[in-house]
């Protein structure tokens, strides 16, 4: 990784020292925590197996055939649960949603099928958990996982959407939620 350093701004100094394992590190995740992202619940599962957590890492792949790719952490248990179903939710999550987001994301204490306490859950064709009062909810099959340094890479193939009624979404940047009306 090459480092070049960036000129002093008013609001803190962005000089880098020598790249070392974790400087690289550091420096990506300041990096890219200027990249926006939209704000998503992956879900999987069903009943006290269900399970879900919070994700930015998510982008449309093709359409046609309708995918689209996700990317989770090795470690963590939905990945485990969303490997066993071969299903998983993408749920894209508006401004209302902050503390699904919190709830998702490990700061609120909840765990496993717990996290579904709050928000009204559905399914539609694999039985994956689906919130029906997200923006946009999309059904996958898990089409393929490609495990990559400490994620995974998981490949879906689309099998049915749910549209919502629209509103602000939530998007992630610079470590906050922010609103996009």
């Keep these: 990784m090459a480092y070049v350093e960036s000129p002093q701004r008013d609001d803190e100094d962005q000089r880098m020292s020598a ?48 995918t689209l790719l996700i990317c989770l952490s090795r470690e963590a248990h939905t990945l485990k649960r969303l490997t066993e179903t071969g299903s998983f939710s993408v749920n894209l999550l508006g401004a209302r949603h902050r503390e699904l987001a919190d709830r998702f994301a490990s700061r609120i204490r909840e765990r496993g099928a717990a996290r579904f ?16 009062d997200a923006l946009a909810a999309v059904d996958c099959r898990v089409e393929e996982i490609l495990e990559r340094h400490t994620h ?30």
Excluded: K, N
């Excluded at 306490?117 to 029906?132: F, H, I, M």
């Excluded at 193939?157 to 939620?177: D, I, P, T």
């Design 19 to 66: 790249p070392s394992d974790s400087g690289e590190s550091a420096v990506f995740r300041q990096a890219m925590r200027e990249f926006a992202a939209g704000v998503s619940i992956i879900a999987c599962g069903a009943g006290d197996g269900r399970s879900g957590c919070t994700v930015t890492a998510l982008t449309s792949l093709s359409l046609a055939p309708p």
């Design 117 to 132: 306490g709050v928000g009204r859950w559905t399914t539609l064709a694999t039985g994956s958990p689906l919130l029906a």
């Design 152 to 181: 995974a890479i998981v490949i879906g193939a689309v099998v049915a959407v749910q549209r919502g009624e629209g509103g602000a979404a939530l998007a992630h940047w610079r470590s906050q939620y922010e609103t996009l009306e």
